[in-house]
């Protein structure tokens, strides 16, 4: 079929490229009522000579064809959507309203500040809140996601230590914090010692201690980590740190688990990232846009990134440019302020009652299906975890079936995959995280069909290798996908 992707996929009705007859179109444009300049005067070489190609369809068949996508998605507003680490956790609706707003999404990123004082003033709240949720001083929202958080909390470091005289280039990292906490010191021009946990998957500080040397500049916890499991050793370990003149960064992406419960600050953490997409229910995925706030303690308040929003004597809310110590700019204009709005509506719908109520409900659904899974699959760590848990399919090893084959047989019960063969201390792990927004009756029918896909691996085990049998695409081919995607739409593209 002409325009078919060349990475694995099968298309059974054809694209919105080889829909629609040449001269049909949806829009109604009023004439030009400026003069028909020549493109090439505009654009030079690069003004277009022919045609762009592009579909000619009827206004219903554009929307149906993004309707038909939308419903061949999973989506956590139409499934249970367990991945681990991600927090897949559905948005409020009431945050797109707020978001929605003309005051608020009308708003033009140059506006002048007289005229954004709403904007600003929701940002300044919007900090004030989320540095008392976790117990820091200030927080700067520009961060368009968690690894830019991550970037940014290093920058920070990095020149904390740099104002001191000092250059320290190494960074302790865990086997249990996020994959992305390397990527994040390698652009820094850091490096990292990676070190062990426990034997009950929590940070030995006795691991610690032969560490510490004066080339340590900071230590990286996710907390809770991401066995799913309580750093309890944490505040011993940030003094440990703190009396070599090290740093502690607190990869706040599981703070989900911790709201109205345990204020990182309190506990040592010098600098934090946010994903609000995780903890706050701001959309998640797609590339963006996202939004990765970071707090800091007072000692890091110098180096925030520039602008920052301050208020005045007389109550104005301005934006602060003239920061002689920052790291610097590290986004256009000032953040994802969308983002922000939903972040801040779910905040103040919520309130403190509720967020803690919500870390409740995740960690009693989490060890709910620690409880329920256990009867059948193996448990990695088998005592009471945070938001998230992990099981392994050791028990299936005589049958050939693997840990893929059971992520996509649950494709064809309707339910996405939990996060599959990470975290690696773990093999073949599959990360399960509820969230606090399922119900019971929708983790006993998850519980219920890994049992049945149990079952199934040692009476068909050849049915669970085959999976998914009822989706739109079946199996791809992911390793072809990776090494040769298709990007964008080409007329006449070759067919696999």
């Excluded at 976790?134 to 920070?156: F, S």
């Excluded at 992406?253 to 600098?271: F, K, S, T, Y």
């Excluded at 000032?334 to 922000?340: L, S, T």
């Excluded at 967020?355 to 409740?360: E, S, Y």
Aim: hydrophobic fraction near 40%; glycine fraction near 8%; include cysteine.
């Amino acid at each position: 079929m002409p325009g078919q992707a060349t990475s694995g996929l099968s298309f059974v009705e054809p694209l919105i490229f080889e829909r629609g007859t040449p001269g049909r179109h949806g829009g109604s444009l009023a004439a030009l009522d400026v003069p028909d300049v020549d493109p090439s005067a505009l654009y030079g070489s690069a003004a277009r000579t022919e045609a762009a190609g592009l579909p000619e369809v009827s206004e219903p068949e554009a929307f149906r064809h993004y309707v038909r996508l939308s419903q061949q998605n999973m989506s956590i507003d139409t499934a249970f959507y367990p991945l681990g680490s991600c927090t897949m956790k559905y948005n409020p609706k009431v945050n797109e309203w707020a978001a929605r707003l003309p005051g608020f999404a009308r708003l033009h990123p140059l506006a002048p500040e007289h005229t954004i004082q709403g904007a600003l003033e929701l940002m300044y709240r919007l900090e004030k809140s989320l540095a008392e949720i976790v117990g820091m001083d200030r927080v700067t929202l520009q961060p368009a996601a968690g690894a830019h958080g991550e970037l940014a909390g290093l920058m920070m470091i990095r020149a904390y230590h740099e104002a001191q005289g000092r250059s320290p280039k190494k960074v302790l990292v865990p086997v249990t914090a996020h994959g992305t906490n390397a990527a994040s010191c390698s652009f820094n021009g850091l490096s990292i010692v990676p070190f062990d946990a426990g034997d009950d998957g929590v940070i030995d500080p006795s691991k610690v201690a032969p560490l510490l040397n004066d080339d340590v500049a900071a230590v990286m916890i996710t907390n809770p980590n991401t066995v799913g499991l309580f750093e309890r050793e944490l505040p011993v370990v940030a003094k440990m740190l703190h009396d070599k003149g090290a740093l502690v960064y607190g990869d706040g992406a599981n703070l989900n688990a911790l709201l109205g419960r345990a204020r990182p600050g309190d506990l040592g953490i010098d600098v934090m990232q946010f994903n609000l997409h995780k903890t706050f229910t701001t959309p998640h995925g797609g590339g963006g846009p996202g939004s990765g706030p970071v707090a800091v303690k007072k000692a890091l308040e110098p180096f925030l990134p520039a602008p920052t929003v301050e208020k005045n004597a007389q109550g104005h809310y301005y934006l602060d440019y003239d920061r002689k110590l920052s790291v610097g700019r590290l986004r256009s204009f000032f953040g994802n302020f969308g983002m922000m709005v939903r972040a801040y509506t779910y905040i103040r719908e919520m309130g403190p009652e509720g967020l803690k109520g919500a870390t409740d409900m995740a960690v009693l659904n989490a060890n709910y299906l620690r409880a329920r899974l256990g009867k059948t699959w193996h448990v990695a760590y088998d005592h009471v975890c945070m938001h998230e848990v992990i099981i392994n399919d050791r028990h299936l090893k005589d049958t050939g079936v693997a840990t893929m084959d059971v992520a996509k047989r649950l494709l064809d019960h309707g339910f996405h995959a939990p996060t599959v063969y990470f975290p690696l201390v773990v093999k073949n792990a599959m990360l399960i995280e509820p969230t606090e927004t399922e119900t019971k009756e929708t983790l006993d029918a998850f519980v219920d069909t890994l049992e049945a896909i149990s079952k199934e691996a040692f009476e068909s085990p050849d049915k669970v290798k085959g999976a998914p049998h009822h989706t739109r695409l079946r199996r791809l081919d992911e390793t072809r996908a990776a090494r040769k995607p298709v990007l964008r739409y080409q007329a006449n593209t070759p067919t696999a």
